[in-house]
């Protein structure tokens, strides 16, 4: 198994460009997260699906992140426009449905907008 | 609300010293219990997880955790730290309860000395 794969691994942009990460999870795991990671909020929970469904993304931090799950094995997270404040490492994970699954997390994204 | 709280962000111990790095979680129900390690410019690493039955658990790289329920805590133990072992370490709740929702602690950085 390939595990969570992420891309790009690395994305530098400038300040009010589109930005699209992209993650495929495991087969056959049914829920996906996206989580972001900076060194003064730690990893923060952005967006969660399960079976393809946005189940609660109450930490999306404003209408600029969009994300997208067309198909169980494909999602992306948008940031449109971008701002330097959006600058961090953005990883996605995934797990089997159901407790007692474990959440396996891909390499992330390092995002820099300049 | 539900949280994880590590207490330490930094310790610092020598190569072959034992090692604990504390964990305190809050949440009304059954906790999942997780341990992550990342090592910089990595992503997440399972090291363990606890889910039910024996309170002590075994994980990768020779760490073990130990589930208190009075005490609401899931301690990282390691009996002889290695330079390896130098990273940092995340504990983790799932809340099943909520779609199984992963949140995660501050995180603690760990450094091993010669």
């Known amino acids: 198994d390939a595990g969570v794969i992420q891309s790009p691994r690395h994305e530098v942009t400038e300040m009010g460009q589109e930005v699209t990460l992209r993650c495929k999870p495991i087969?056959?795991?049914?829920?996906l997260f996206w989580y972001r990671q900076t060194m003064m909020r730690g990893l923060e929970l952005l967006i969660y699906?399960?079976?393809?469904?946005?189940?609660?993304d109450s930490g999306m931090p404003e209408d600029r992140f969009s994300a997208k799950m067309p198909n169980a094995s494909f999602s992306t997270l948008k940031i449109q426009p971008s701002e330097p404040r959006d600058s961090a490492v953005y990883f996605c994970?995934?797990?089997?449905?159901?407790?007692?699954?474990?959440?396996?997390f891909g390499s992330g994204t390092r995002l820099t907008v300049v | 609300a539900q949280s994880v709280t590590q207490p330490d962000i930094h310790i610092t111990v020598s190569e072959g010293a034992s090692l604990e790095l504390r964990c305190n979680y809050s949440?009304?129900?059954?906790?999942?219990l997780f341990w992550y390690v990342q090592s910089p410019g990595q992503g997440l690493q399972l090291l363990l997880k606890?889910?039910?039955?024996?309170?002590l658990v075994q994980g990768i790289k020779g760490f073990e955790a130990e589930f208190k329920r009075s005490q609401s805590s899931f301690n990282l133990r390691k009996p002889s730290a290695h330079w390896s072992d130098a990273a940092e370490y995340f504990c983790?709740?799932?809340?099943?309860?909520?779609?199984?929702?992963?949140?995660f602690g501050q995180g603690t950085e760990l450094s091993v000395k010669p």
């Open positions: 983790a709740v799932a809340l099943y309860n909520q779609g199984g929702k992963l949140i």
């Open positions: 699906f399960n079976n393809n469904v946005p189940i609660d």
């Open positions: 949440y009304g129900a059954t906790p999942y």
């Open positions: 606890y889910f039910s039955g024996d309170t």
């Open positions: 994970a995934s797990s089997p449905t159901g407790q007692g699954g474990g959440y396996t």
């Open positions: 087969s056959g795991h049914n829920s």
